[in-house]
Each structure stands twice: as C-alpha cells, then as structure tokens.
C-alpha cells in the first residue's frame, strides 16, 4: 500500500545553550550542546533513473510519490529472492537507483554548523540542498558518513529541501562490489539518519580521519585500578582565536563522576588541536567482562572561555585482554573459550532495512543461549548491534565490506578506508575484540592489517584465512583465525580462533567442533556459519534447521544444545523431528544424567553420550533409543541424583487453532514510524501442542496503531508456516496508541492479540544522556605536622589545626575530638595499598572514642568513608605467628539529620607494617544533613585496651534529597 505524502514539511528548531562556569552543568544544558535529530521519518520515494536536474530542483513535484520512514528497502523481497535468477555477482537483484526528498526548516544562529549525518546505505550516496550539489559518499554502503550543509541550509526558518540519490547499481569501484560474494546487497537507505547542529567550536566526527573525535584506550588495567587516556579533537571554525577547556568526566552505573581529567589550550582560528589527557579509577574498579559488562561513561565537554560548546558521551568498559602461551585468551585475568556465530544483518522482506529493535533482539537472543562471541560477517554491522553487545557483555570479532576477491586500485583505496572507517566508528567499544586484517578465505592482507594498526594498536588483527588455500598460520596479523569445515589440522604454534565451522542438525558437528577447540588451549574459540537463515546467490543459503535460528529468528533444536553447552541455569530440552526421529531421541542438557519417559514409561537413566570427538564438550547430547512407539516424551535433569530440570515433548495432533505472539523486547514499541517486532502464530493441536510439521498458510490482519511488513506477492502476508510457525513483521505508525492482530488460516481456529506502541522522542541525545551528578569527592589524609601525604589528598595537620575546611562544601568545618586528649601521630615505613594514609592518624585510648563533627554541611546526603589502621600490632605475635588475637571490632555511630543509629555495627582495623597486597580497613556509611545542624560520627572500641584510630576520611554527596526521620 502507498502512503500519499500528507506533511510537507518538517520544522527543526535549532537550540544550542551557552552556559556559564565550568562545574554546574545542568542535565538539558549538555544535551543541548549539541543537536543530534532522528529524521527518519516522512521521506518521499521514486525508484528509477530520473533526470537529476530535474529533481533535484526545488520546484520538483513529489506529490505522488511514496511517503517512507527509515530504515527503509527500495523493494521488499521473498524469501526466495524473488525467482533471481542471478549468481553470486549479483547484477540485477536489487540494482536499483532510488531518489529521496525531504523538506526541513532549520532555526540556527548563524556561526552554528549543520551537518546531515548517515550510518549507512546501498551504496553511492549523492545529496542536494536547496537545489545544489553538497557532494558524495561510495566508500561503502556500510561504513557512515556526513555532510556538512552549512552553506547551503537556509538558517531562519524557510523551508530547505533535501535530495538523495542512493544508488545500489552494480559498481565495481565500491567493495564489496565488483566481485562475487555470499550476500545480498539490498538496496536502500537502510540506517538511520540524522540532523546534527554544531557550534563553531566543537569536536569533530569519529570517522572524518584518525585522529578526529574522541578515542578512548586504557594502557594499563590492574585488578584495582586502570589508567585511562582519553584523545580528543576539537575544531575552532571562527576567525580567532579562543580560550578552549577540554573536561572528561568519567561517569559510573549510578550516574557519579568519579574522575575528572582538564586541560586547556588557545585554539588557533580555523584550525585543529588534539587533545590528549590521561587520568583513571584508583579505587572501586568495576569491570567489565561477559558475565557482568558493567559500562561506565565518558562526557567529553568543550568550553570556551567557560561556556560550554559542545559535549558528546561514549561508553568505557575496563577490561583487559591476554593472550598467553598455553594458556589462550584471558579477560581480565580469567581463561575464557569464546564460543559463538557469525551473524548477518538481513531479515526476511526487508532485507538490511532492520529496525534497531530488531538487531538489539538478536543480541537478547545470543546472550539468552550462552554465545560469549560474535563475527560480523563480512561488512560492519549497525551502531545498535554493537551498542547491545557493549551491553550484554558479548564479545564481537569486525572487519570491512569485503569478501573472497578483490580488485586492485580504487576498489582497494576504499576497502582500506572503509576498514579505517570501521575502526573509528567502533573503537570506543569495549565489545570489540578484534580487526580483520586479512580477506575472507584468503588470510592475511598486510594493508589491512597496517591500516588496523594505525588506527588501533590495542586491538589484535585477524588473518581470516582458510586451511586449504593461503598461508596455514597468522603470517603478518596477530591471530589465525581461519575456517574448519574439512576437520584440517590448525597449527599449535599460533593463537587461533576458527572463525568459521560447519553444523548438523543434530548438533554432532557443532560439538565436534567445539571439544576440538577447548582441547587446545592456544585455539580460543570458535564461531559457527551462521547463527541465521540468510539469503545468497551462493548454493548454502536458505531455510537450514540445522543453523540455530531460522531466518525468522525463530530458535531450531541445536540452539539448545549450545545453551547447554554454555549456561549454568540447569536445562533439558528434547529435539524435535527436527534433529530427532521416531527410534532415536535427541536431548540437550547440562545435568549430571538424564531419565527419559515415553507415555510415563521410563525409557532410560543415561549419561551423556560417550564420544571421543565431543570428549572436551560440557554437555555433550544425549542419544536414546526408542523400541516402542513414540508418543508423549518426558525428560527429567538429574545433578547428584536430584531432578532440577525437566522438559516435555507431547506427540501432537492435528492441527486445530493458532496462538499469536509478539516477541519480547528490552523496552515497549515506540511509535517511530520505524520500529519493528517479529509476530509468532504458532499452530496448535486442540491441547496445545505445537504441531511442529504444519505448513498452513497464515493471514495476518491489523487494525489500529501499525502495519504489517508485505503481502501475498512476496510470501509474506498470508505466510507459510516453517516447523509450525508462520511469522511477520509488524512495524510502527508514528502515531501511538493501541493495535490489535489477528491470525486465521484455513481450517484452523484463529488467534488474536493486542499490544501498544509510545510515543517517541526525536532528540537522540535526549534518549540517551541521563542524569550526571558531578559532586566533589573530598579526601583527607590526617596527621602530624611532618606527615607523609597520601598522593591527591587533602593534608589535615591536627596538631596544628584543629579544624578541617571542607571549601568544595560551602567552607563546612570539621572537627575531632575525645574525652580525654587525643594524639595526631605520624610514621614512617609501611607496605601495603595507600601507606602514606595508613601510617599516621589520630589516636585515642582504647576506653576513649573519636568524634568527628561536621558544621554547616549543606543539605543533602552524604557517603562518607573512614580508615582505620594502627601501625602497632592488634595482636600478640612471636615471629609470624599469631598467638593471641584480641577483638578489635569498632562500632561506628552516627547522630544527624536522620537521627541517632549505628552506621556501622563492626568494623575490624588492620594493623602492623606489612598490609601487602591489602588495602588499610575501610567503613562505608551515610550520612545526611538538614543544612543547620551539627553532624556528629562516634567511634568507639569493644575491645577498650585497643586504642581507636582514625587515619582520614573520603566525602561526597549523593543524589539524595528527602529527609526522613529515624530514631535509634
């Protein structure tokens, strides 16, 4: 169905807020340094040559032609690719030129910069505003790219129109073009759209060369702390020039910058400087790693002369990867065997025309089964998958549009650069593992490699070779990653990760596959061909139940078995005739035993099948054989005998009603006009059963907020059912609001479901910049007047002050004090984590307590955290033995705006000269302030021939504003 065009014009009103001072940005403040907007929707559409004078014009009459929302496919397709009858060069299947226009009216000040911003499309971009030429893009149709359309946008509200010519004919200058390939090129503009305004000072764009925008590496990660360097690139595009102040804020889960790097620089006019500051966590490090990707994140601000200009964020995840002899991959210190797919991006009907939704669902799916490793066959995939994976904690092995051939001179020129492209767009990613340095099948290219190198010596190269043709090693790249689908011998003298390998239905291969991997520690992983159905002119494409998903997403048997394989949460699934036929049952679990029952017959209480080829698997399958018909199975998972699992597999029957599902998804549709779910009718027997051997043919009707991908030209709408399960893709309107589905199919009861879509915000960076609470962190080293400072502390010389000014909180004042008198000590000679702290401090007598007092603390919230070690040994000790262990519990007491209660119920210090690899004791706790009263912290000691000692103290607010009372 074609939707006439009904706006036609889209207003974008332009703000970007100058704002004073250095240390108080607001939230909205630095979500509007810049302008980042989603103008995906309410494009106009022709597919075919035109004259391009003519409709490039601005007088140019549109108004019949096709209204699209992005991510949008030139023409949707069947599975079957429409009856092409091409081969692998591809030269008609989807060889079109299609043209897209636009109106927009932009409000910007005159010294702004207005770019138009693509993450991609097939494959040659041209673009015209207001009736001129802006330029062109055919490095690839994967890599991104912008324009800069300052000059030719009118600023003050008049209408510009936008004109796209996106050209996907066959051009042997564009890779992976110009020779054959095991992929569809589908046509279109495929990837998301963007209005970005700019002020004139402002960092530039990743992708423009290797030292733009912001680049992020950590040099060194321990298990406590990790050094982070931080390259930025800002361009001053004024006639002077100006004071400029970089600020990175390193930002953790909870939304608290705990680390700050400044720096500051005259930027010359129209010119660049790169920026270059190294700072890190010292203290509470949080990796990331698969089964916890914990992501903090890094606000790179732009001042000029204290105004903010610009700001963008990217994610940081510390992790540290190894690769040692006899050992093979560690992360963070622990082996790990990569296990995983590879993995295209097209869908069925829309080809790469894939919402975000959709490609962040795949990645559910992955993480769900275990995956820990994902090839991104064979181009750069979308920001959205990576994004998810950095998420999920899945690792992800990149390279560029290529596949086995390739052509000497421009095509080359733009292959490298699409590499180099790749790198910059995803190098802040801490899900990525490594670069194709090599050509698929053909190894390693030194080209390839360098280019990786320059711009990214963190990361480790991959040779992308194959064991029957090209060198049988990683030659010039890091790793050997070649494919395995002959059972070759791979090299031992090498890391080698087998990007590719074949599968069985039954999952034998798979498991073959994977014991051969883990039996060698220098071979790391392994990662199947593919995880999806996917569509090729090539002879293996197509429907295969033995990949882990159909094109549909939809799971076939050998997905469990990896799920097995690569899960802890005990699991038992029983094939279906899928994998499995009528004498011989095939189960997937990773319990100790398995018993199977047949019509509440016990067939047998088996292990896992004994196999020398899966000798090195968790969970090899289970086979079981059957002497009596089959009828209604049972699996039970025994661990230690006692059953934690169990699975049932009901013979069904004919087929009688439909059940609709819409799959899950991270978050509610959104009524971008774009966003796409995948709809299940599974057919049922009367009792529920999944009938898995129906092939009915399935309508599928919506009313209300959303369309229905296709029709019956392409096999879409009705659908057949595959294995028992016809599926669609439902797309939003950009309207929320309610819909109702409805599932018939001859002969069967059908089957309705309701659901809604939300409205959705356009600003991006209002979608993705959250809440930053930027409060001083406050250390304070305590001691005598020839104390040892702690480095980046606070100095407090008690013994000749005795107040502390706490001058990032209002000037508050804090005091010390006991009963009797008090001692502020100093000392030298101390190993361990944080000595200069640990050695001196504030004393008291055992029977004595400390209390510290804060005065006119502004209202809020507070994590406050003290240290407490005695240089003198808390126990009684010949030699290295401990011969009496006294308790040397404190008890930490708080009286503020709260109340009175115990903060911290026991707390043990540490003592003596050799903490080592320890850190000095530590208590945690809150406290909060009604901004007029005193604070008082009480320190005493169960063990009153223990003295109680206080080394410093850490402050910080905490974003916490409500008071309410509580009594001891």
Not at 587 to 614: I, M, T
Not at 788 to 816: I, P
Request: hydrophobic share 35%; proline share 4%.
């Amino acid at each position: 169905m074609k939707l006439i065009k009904s706006i036609k014009g889209m207003l974008i009103f332009v703000s970007i807020l100058l704002t004073n001072g250095l240390i108080a940005q607001t939230t909205t403040q630095l979500q509007k340094a810049r302008v980042k907007l989603d103008i995906n929707e309410q494009w106009t559409f022709y597919r075919g040559e035109l004259n391009e004078q003519e409709v490039t014009s601005t007088t140019f009459d549109d108004s019949k032609w096709e209204v699209v929302n992005v991510p949008h496919s030139m023409k949707l397709s069947s599975n079957e690719l429409d009856n092409s009858t091409d081969t692998s060069y591809q030269r008609t299947f989807h060889r079109y030129i299609g043209w897209y226009r636009k109106e927009l009216k932009v409000q910007a000040n005159t010294s702004q910069k207005v770019y138009l911003e693509f993450e991609g499309a097939h494959q040659h971009t041209k673009l015209w505003v207001n009736g001129k030429y802006v330029g062109e893009d055919m490095i690839s149709g994967f890599t991104p790219f912008h324009f800069d359309v300052t000059d030719f946008v009118h600023k003050d509200g008049k209408a510009n129109t936008i004109v796209l010519s996106v050209d996907n004919r066959l051009n042997p200058n564009i890779p992976p073009d110009g020779d054959r390939r095991d992929y569809i090129l589908y046509s279109g503009l495929y990837r998301d759209v963007y209005l970005v305004v700019k002020n004139p000072l402002h960092l530039t764009f990743d992708w423009e060369d290797k030292y733009a925008g912001v680049y992020i590496t950590t040099p060194s990660v321990a298990k406590n702390n990790a050094t982070v360097s931080i390259r930025s690139t800002v361009r001053n595009e004024q006639k002077s020039a100006v004071s400029t102040t970089v600020v990175q804020r390193i930002i953790d889960q909870d939304g608290y910058v705990i680390a700050k790097m400044t720096s500051d620089k005259e930027v010359g006019p129209n010119t660049e400087y790169t920026f270059n500051q190294t700072g890190g966590i010292t203290e509470n490090l949080h990796s990331w790693s698969i089964d916890d990707p914990y992501l903090y994140r890094v606000q790179t601000i732009v001042y000029q002369n204290d105004q903010v200009m610009d700001m963008v964020e990217n994610p940081l995840g510390i992790r540290k990867f190894d690769f040692i002899d006899g050992e093979g991959f560690l992360l963070n210190g622990e082996n790990i065997e990569l296990i995983g797919v590879n993995k295209h991006q097209q869908y069925p009907f829309v080809g790469d025309a894939v919402a975000n939704s959709l490609h962040r669902k795949d990645a559910e799916q992955f993480k769900e089964a275990g995956y820990n490793v994902v090839r991104l066959a064979h181009y750069p995939h979308d920001n959205s998958f990576v994004e998810a994976c950095d998420e999920l904690g899945i690792l992800l092995i990149e390279e560029a549009p290529s596949w086995i051939h390739f052509v000497e001179g421009e095509w080359f020129d733009n292959l490298e650069e699409a590499t180099r492209i790749m790198i910059r767009n995803h190098r802040n990613h801490p899900s990525i593992l490594m670069w194709s340095g090599g050509l698929n099948h053909r190894g390693p290219v030194e080209r390839l490699h360098y280019a990786c190198k320059e711009e990214d010596p963190t990361r480790m190269t991959g040779s992308n070779g194959a064991p029957w043709t090209g060198p049988v090693h990683s030659g010039i790249c890091d790793i050997y990653t070649p494919m395995d689908y002959q059972n070759t011998p791979v090299t031992e003298d090498d890391f080698s990760f087998l990007c590719e390998h074949g599968s069985s239905k039954d999952a034998l291969t798979n498991q073959f596959e994977v014991s051969k991997s883990r039996a060698s520690a220098n071979r790391f992983g392994v990662a199947l061909w593919t995880a999806h159905d996917y569509f090729s002119f090539q002879k293996d494409w197509g429907m295969q139940p033995r990949r882990p998903f159909s094109i549909y997403r939809v799971p076939n048997p050998v997905n469990y078995w990896y799920k097995s394989e690569l899960t802890k949460t005990p699991m038992v699934y029983i094939a279906d005739e899928r994998a499995s036929t009528d004498t011989k049952i095939v189960v997937f679990s990773n319990c100790d035993e398995v018993e199977l029952y047949n019509n509440g017959q016990l067939v047998a209480k088996q292990k896992p099948d004994s196999d020398p080829n899966r000798s090195f698997c968790n969970s090899p399958s289970y086979t079981f054989t059957l002497n009596s018909e089959k009828g209604d199975l049972k699996a039970k998972g025994l661990i230690r005998g006692v059953e934690v699992a169990d699975y049932t597999l009901n013979k069904y029957g004919k087929a009688y009603q439909l059940k609709l599902e819409i799959e899950e998804q991270n978050k509610t549709m959104e009524a971008s006009g774009s966003d796409m779910r995948m709809v299940r009718a599974y057919i049922l027997d009367k009792d529920g059963n999944h009938v898995i051997g129906d092939q009915s043919l399935v309508s599928f009707k919506i009313e209300g907020e959303g369309i229905l991908v296709g029709d019956a030209e392409i096999g879409a709408n009705p659908n057949k059912a595959y294995w028992g399960t016809a599926s669609i893709v439902l797309k939003s309107t950009l309207t929320a609001g309610n819909f109702k589905i409805t599932a018939k199919a001859k002969g069967l009861k059908s089957s309705t479901i309701e659901g809604k879509t939300l409205p959705y915000n356009r600003d991006i960076r209002q979608q993705n910049i959250a809440e930053v609470y930027d409060f001083p962190i406050v250390k304070v080293d305590m001691g005598g007047d020839d104390q040892l400072l702690q480095f980046d502390w606070y100095r407090w010389d008690g013994t000749n002050s005795s107040t502390f000014t706490l001058k990032d909180y209002d000037n508050a004042e804090v005091t010390v004090s006991s009963k009797q008198e008090n001692q502020w000590t100093t000392a030298f000679g101390l190993l361990g984590n944080q000595p200069y702290l640990a050695m001196d401090g504030v004393i008291v007598d055992g029977k004595d307590e400390l209390s510290i007092t804060f005065k006119n603390l502004p209202k809020g919230t507070y994590d406050l955290k003290t240290y407490h070690h005695s240089i003198k040994v808390l126990a009684k000790v010949k030699g290295n033995a401990i011969l009496e262990k006294k308790l040397n519990a404190y008890q930490i007491n708080v009286e503020d705006a709260l109340g009175k209660r115990i903060a911290v119920p026991a707390i043990e210090p540490t003592s003596g000269t050799k903490l080592r690899n320890l850190f000095p004791a530590k208590a945690n706790y809150s406290i909060t302030s009604d901004g007029k009263s005193e604070i008082k912290v009480i320190i005493k000691n169960y063990a009153q021939d223990i003295p109680v000692v206080l080394n410093g103290f850490e402050i910080t607010k905490k974003n916490k504003t409500q008071i309410t009372k509580q009594t001891l």
